[in-house]
């Protein structure tokens, strides 16, 4: 469903300038935009392609002298942008009556709002419940007791172990696996074999969280696995047994988690990081990508960066970059 | 179903103190414990604190005087607690008549033993063997004349590609990949295009062994790959083509190893290790997170453990870093 | 189906000496091979024991005076093999009448060429286009739009995005995910919340790539993420949105890219390499595993190796490591 400039105005809070009639029916880059795209510009010197583009209207910082074209004038165009392409998606709403396809298998003692979507072949195990306007991609598992809240969005091919807890507004791609076995084993002295602790915990996804594609997080051994309100995280990530992780939190690609840290809110992890057990992340740090956190290292600093291995913090990292660059040249 | 705390004393090999009539239905920590929890101390520090749970009964190294509740008294605290939780859980057995779920498709040439369950939408090949009380989870597909040993579990939406072999009691998680082609290529001189080279051996999982979530596994290119009894590997995982993993190895998440790797009994590695093709790992070396080791490399050493990349053994590792350090503190 | 030895020293433009009747129904390893089996020796050294093996017959660069085998002599033993490997595969053609099974779902506006196979609990969406000798393994989700062409090879339980589209010869391993929404977000500074940024480009594979199982490939956040033509994609790799892979470029297991990153042709890269966003890797360059290139970088040079993170010439590389160490063994 389009809609006008105006309204999206309204909701962005931005400041129309142009025609507020004009329709937009979906978000583009300026390279590809045509009449009914929205297009925005972060830096001023793009403007100008901007305003030449194919686009319907542009959102940008600042206004220009003259300009054929509609425009949204707003302190974050990039933030304004992401909304408006949030509301120009949402109108592709969930809460239509498809229902659940005829080949998914909802158990008898499953509870599904109105409005949920199951899609081909999913499979719904007891005592589920599912919250108002949640799609259930084609292929997916569900195992008994899981609850699900409101307005999630579950891709195809997503597995979800008994006894797990999803929000509301839950975004997870296609692949995951949500509360699979942690890695826990205790050794025999006498035969060496390894006996498997039970895994016989939980794991909550809170609300507004994304979990990306083929991506794997662990139930509690005991108690619980817990992925605060707000949290991102990116494909092939693995997040260990016992892990409580705060809220607002980025996970890039391919980061690893073992068992039992605590990663407060805030944090921003790159890619490829890898974290040793019973680490604990305070709030605000930032860990560049590749990282690698020791066992039980506590690290602190709000909006302070660590790199390397063992992570330092940015500064200390980048001198001995330089000093290992400077041996090099020295006669000795 | 529960069983009395005399009959858990008995399996687990512990001395028994206080009531053995106490009934026990499961495992928790110390924390979440209730009546019919078995829990556990390996610290004599949190004794006092298991105690005042509200657990049934504790298994302890250690008796204390008085105590209201009913103790195990056993050397390997843990592994008994281990135990007791794989027997309260066996009673959960899958030696069911549950039987095969009237969507998944088994070939007319495939043999079932009695007591294997295929849950949802599972599809099983021609030729396929599966052996008494393994459960072959939803959506999994298991390709032709693959061969399952018993007592395995396959959880759901896992992939075995044609003439895998799987031994005993092995347990699969969610979304892993066993079989699948490996990386091998050969570059045509004439074009630049990479042909690719046969993968057409096989993998063997033998007894015992724990495959994580969304871990891949590839078959041998003209031979086979080989994981050995006991072994346990991680989520995400990835073994190349032609491996040969000895017994009771432990492999922790996003480890990667290339091609035609040999990794003896007992090979600790740590997450996110790397492997360079034609590598030896030999019996009981460890390797610590995020360690390197380049292609054809032999390492060797029991209980020696191994950091970096190239990995180096431990102690010459700490010694760098410290001069690493030490470099920069000096005036130059 | 067997091909006379005759018709694959043609195929393979190799030199016959002895009998081109003998019949040859597929590769093996020297230590496997029986009568049917073709095998090959790219070291001279190995020659006798391959004419002692149970081959029925050997490639090889040279021949030698006397042999009971029938011999193909040609410049790349290993070329050629794989090249008979291919054809003696080829026989088991996806040309047949096999077609789509009773259990796949194929939307009734998707339109499938002939000698198109759909395997069991497919879902193939709506305007799919599929060309003729592809098929679809058990269990894949084929989104809405989806354009596969001719004689590609999709394993089970593989995700396909709407709107992604996919060349001709193109292998897919299982559990892969292709086209899942990309990373990206905007922080809201009101309340630190952030909010997705529009995720809807899409993903274009061309011709002859193979993606390895597990791995997961990002759609363009507005515009598109492209895969080159004869680029070989091994296990759990992540490609982010945006990315620009050119063409016979080599991903070995586990590398991730974040966005927006250009990899031209004829770049290798080894496993567990990251690389930062807006990276630009040019024509030839090889990236050495576990290597880490920062965002913005450009590395440049065909046939140059790069190494360490932040990825530097391996030559430098190797002299900073040789530094490190000679530093442990000064008297400071």
């Known amino acids: 469903m389009k809609r006008r400039l105006r309204q999206i105005a309204e909701l962005v809070n931005a400041r129309l300038l142009g025609d507020g009639d004009v329709e937009i029916a979906g978000v583009a880059s300026i390279a ?24 319907g209207a542009v959102i940008a910082a600042v206004a220009v002298g003259t300009s054929g074209k509609p425009l949204l004038i707003c302190g974050h165009p990039k933030l304004a942008f992401a909304r408006a392409a949030q ?29 949920v979507i199951v899609e081909e072949y999913a499979v719904i195990g007891a005592d589920v419940e599912i919250g108002a306007g949640t799609r259930i991609g084609a292929g997916c598992v569900v195992g008994r007791g899981v609850k699900i809240g409101q307005d999630c969005l579950i891709y195809p091919r997503v597995t979800i172990y008994a006894g797990t807890a ?25 035969d060496g074999h390894y006996e498997k602790f039970p895994q016989v915990g939980r794991l909550v996804i809170e609300d507004d969280v994304e979990i990306g594609a ?3 997080i662990d139930r509690g051994a005991l108690d619980e696995t817990r ?20 809220e607002n939190v980025i996970i890039a690609a391919q980061t690893g988690l073992s068992g039992s840290i605590v990663i407060e809110n805030d944090v921003v992890l790159g890619g490829q990081v890898g974290i040793g057990e019973h680490a604990h992340i305070e709030e605000g740090v930032m860990l560049g990508a590749q990282c690698g956190v020791l066992p039980n ?19 200390e990292y980048l001198k001995q970059l330089a000093r290992l ?8």
């Open 32 to 55: 590809s935009a045509t009449a009914g795209d929205l297009v925005f510009v972060e830096d001023e010197k793009y403007l100008s392609q901007a305003l030449q583009s194919g686009a």
């Open 87 to 115: 509301m120009l998606r949402s109108d592709r709403s969930f809460r239509t009556d498809e229902g659940v396809h005829s080949t998914a298998l909802v158990h008898s003692s499953a509870r599904l709002d109105e409005f």
């Open 166 to 190: 999803v929000g509301e507004r839950v975004t997870v791609q296609a692949g995951a696996v949500l509360g699979s076995d942690g890695f826990g084993y205790v050794r025999d002295p006498e």
């Open 214 to 216: 083929n991506s794997t």
């Open 227 to 246: 992925i605060g309100r707000g949290t991102k995280i990116d494909n092939l990530v693995h997040i260990g047994h016992n892990c409580r992780i705060g």
């Open 297 to 315: 290292k506590i690290l602190r600093g709000k909006g302070i960066a660590f790199w390397g291995t063992p992570a330092q913090p940015l500064r």
């Open 325 to 332: 660059a400077r041996l090099g040249k020295k006669k000795r």
